[in-house]
């Protein structure tokens, strides 16, 4: 069976699922699933990149090159 048909017999599968505690230990699997792929693209920096940086966002920070928390709330109102 290929991959498209695997997804859709549990497509189906799910949506005549009525059991709310399998439903949540599903969602929970997934979470985990989207949480171990994001974490696998992490890639850990030197200690000097790091500091690289912080120096830079605070010079962001001191030349005002930055976005208040009020404007993106605004503009996400937008999207």
Known sequence: MDISAKKLELIEWLTRVQDKSLLRDVEVLKKRAIAESYESNLKPMTAQQYKS???????????????SQEDIEKESKNW
Not at 54 to 63: I, R, S, T
């Open 53 to 67: 940086l912080l120096d830079q966002a605070e010079d962001d920070y001191k030349n005002r090159r930055i976005t």
